[in-house]
């Protein structure tokens, strides 16, 4: 079975570009979730979607951030505009009923 | 006080040893709790759920203190392939079931 897919799975992007990463959830899944991952600062929550709605942003870091599902099985994190503290690896992972959750392999963005 | 919080270590332990994991979390109202495990530049992967009784899964068995506010990880005859990091994940608000929040890691080395 397929599993998240995330997509770019690398990134390096100039500073000031827009950046999209893109997921496709585990079919049948009703949660999905966006989180970032630092040394510095671990796993970090940025936002979830239950039923293609967002519940909770509260983790996102400011407005150059935003997020949409528009379908049960695409889901994008943008940045815009990028900075070289974005610099992470950011996972997409789903969940059915909000508990055991699957993440994708990460995509890796470099901000330069 | 951050919401989830473990010891980072490194634990660096010897093949066949026993090794144990704490981590606390803040919310006394939080009811599902989970290990999972990091490969490095991998994605976190379920490694267990953390049930009130306790529970094991071969070597690995996972404890819950809810007076405490606090779940192990007891890890026995440690092998190589165990080196990794341990990360807790705390639902820190029942009534929004989607919102798991993880703990930095824990990093185990397991030396020959």
């Known amino acids: 079975d397929a599993g998240v897919i995330q997509s770019p799975r690398h990134e390096v992007t100039e500073m000031g570009q827009e950046v999209t990463l893109r997921c496709k959830p585990i079919?049948?899944?009703?949660?999905l979730f966006w989180y970032r991952q630092t040394m510095m600062r671990g796993l970090e929550l940025l936002i979830y979607f239950n039923n293609n709605v967002p519940i909770d942003d509260s983790g996102m870091p400011e407005d150059r951030f935003s997020a949409k599902m528009p379908n049960a099985s695409f889901s994008t994190l943008k940045i815009q505009p990028s900075e070289p503290r974005d610099s992470a690896v950011y996972f997409c992972?789903?969940?059915?009923?909000?508990?055991?959750?699957?993440f994708g392999e990460g995509s890796w963005l470099t901000v330069v | 006080r951050k919401e989830v919080e473990q010891d980072p270590g490194p634990f660096n332990v010897p093949e066949g040893a026993t090794v144990a994991f704490n981590c606390t979390y803040s919310?006394?109202?939080?009811?599902?709790f989970f290990w999972y495990r990091q490969d490095c530049r991998k994605e976190p992967k379920l490694l267990m759920s953390v049930y009130s009784s306790g529970n094991e899964d071969g070597r690995f068995t996972a404890q819950l203190n809810r007076a405490s506010q606090y779940i192990s990880l007891l890890i026995r005859d440690s092998k190589l392939s165990d080196s990794a990091t341990y990360l807790c994940v705390v639902n820190s608000n029942p009534s929004n079931t989607g919102k798991l929040i993880f703990g930095q890691g824990t990093t185990l080395q397991v030396k020959p």
């Open positions: 079919s049948g899944h009703d949660y």
């Open positions: 919310n006394s109202a939080s009811q599902s």
């Open positions: 992972a789903s969940s059915f009923t909000g508990n055991t959750i699957y």
